[in-house]
């Protein structure tokens, strides 16, 4: 018989990584080269935003460190000052909204110069973004795949953290079997962005490791009490007290641009117009969801690289604080379990080797913020879909092991 006849009418692995990567790189060049086109020096071609966007507030953070304004970091009107002793007036609103202790990463970045810094910040999340993934991912498609993928050009343009904190979640995930201290120091440092970590410590009080727990809560501990040392205590009140209340009416209001670039279940019910109750229905809802699919990919699933992947996609589907420059973990996901769809012999869902579908998935970000405004959540959609092909893979394998 021809061996033609047993060939999937889509694109084989190879294929799929091929035609991505062209795709991924057209975007960008696209995408990058309009926008440094319009740059004018500082400012962002939207006219307001400077370039890098939100690093504005990391930078200026670690400004403020070595000239002794970290106290203005949580008051609007102080804030707003300082910042534009460097940047000039603006209609932007920056907020610095991350906790005390990030004072202590972004801190060398305030001793170099905006632009110096910025390429430096944009170059070391990239680096550290491949690095945690790099034993993921063998083959330079996948890469360039990562490299390539919406969520990691948002970042970069939006002079985001959502690489740093892939980075510290995947590479401390790794580590956490024959490294936990290791790996417990790491959780420690991404409790800079909290929201990510709450179905990691799941995971791990499901698996026993404790060490990693230990270690995680003692690093969290000692570096809220040393910024507390070096910058104040009033500095945590403060955070607590104006800038948590502060993050809460942004999510919970309107608020331009900023409504349309946060996935979650919570987000989606305000931007319909619906009540803060009910936004929280339907995200208590999802979470509930989150919860269950965890525990039992966790306790019944065998495949590791599955487990990272359901771990990693609901992280996004959890918090109802989750921006599309978070999604550098969903691109982990998604990549994770294409590797696993296309190396299965069984040809029973032919349609999930085709290009297209992971195009669209990796495309999430993007759509996201392009469709939100017509009330369609894209992001929240791809989520839970991806989530349940993962349990969907995961229970195939349970029952083929038997």
């Not at 996901?333 to 869902?349: F, T």
């Amino acid at each position: 018989m021809d061996s033609s006849q047993h060939q999937s009418p889509y694109l084989d692995r190879q294929s799929l990584f091929r035609v991505t990567a062209v795709l991924y790189l057209i975007i960008i060049v696209l995408a990058v080269g309009a926008y440094f086109f319009n740059v004018d020096g500082l400012m962002d071609p939207n006219g307001d935003d400077r370039v890098g966007r939100d690093f504005v507030n990391f930078w200026s953070g670690g400004a403020a460190v070595w000239s002794g304004n970290a106290g203005t970091l949580y008051d609007h009107a102080a804030y707003d000052a300082f910042i534009a002793r460097y940047f000039g007036e603006f209609s932007t609103i920056y907020a610095f909204s991350y906790p005390p202790h990030v004072l202590f990463l972004l801190a060398p970045f305030g001793l170099l110069g905006y632009i110096p810094a910025l390429i430096v910040w944009s170059l070391g999340g990239v680096a550290a973004y491949f690095a945690a993934a790099r034993s993921l991912f063998k083959r330079n498609a996948d890469r360039a795949i990562l490299a390539f993928a919406p969520a990691t050009l948002i970042c970069l343009m939006s002079g985001q953290t959502g690489l740093y904190a892939a980075a510290l979640f995947i590479g401390g995930y790794q580590l956490k079997d024959k490294y936990p201290l290791l790996a417990g120091v790491i959780f420690g440092l991404l409790t800079v962005k909290p929201q990510l970590g709450v179905l990691l410590a799941i995971v791990l009080l499901i698996t026993g490791n404790w060490r990693a727990i230990m270690t995680a809560v003692a690093t969290t501990l000692a570096l809220i009490s040393a910024s507390a040392n070096a910058f104040g205590a009033g500095l945590w009140v403060d955070f607590i007290g104006k800038t948590m209340p502060y993050q809460k009416q942004i999510l919970s209001e309107d608020f331009g641009g900023f409504d349309h670039m946060v996935p979650s279940a919570y987000k989606f019910i305000i931007n319909i117009g619906g009540s803060d109750s009910a936004a929280w229905v339907a995200q208590g809802a999802v979470m509930v969801f989150c919860i269950i699919a965890l525990l039992w990919g966790y306790l019944q699933g065998r495949n590791a690289r599955l487990k990272l992947a359901l771990l990693c996609v609901l992280t996004g589907l959890f918090s109802p604080y989750i921006a599309v420059y978070d999604m550098p973990l969903y691109t982990v996901g998604v990549m994770l379990l294409a590797g696993h769809v296309m190396n299965q012999k069984q040809s029973g869902a032919a349609w999930l080797s085709h290009p297209f579908l992971w195009i669209v998935l990796l495309l999430a970000p993007y759509f996201n913020i392009a469709l939100s405004p017509m009330h369609i959540p894209f992001g929240l959609i791809c989520m839970i879909f991806v989530s349940g092909l993962i349990l969907r893979a995961l229970k195939g394998e349970a029952v083929a092991l038997g």
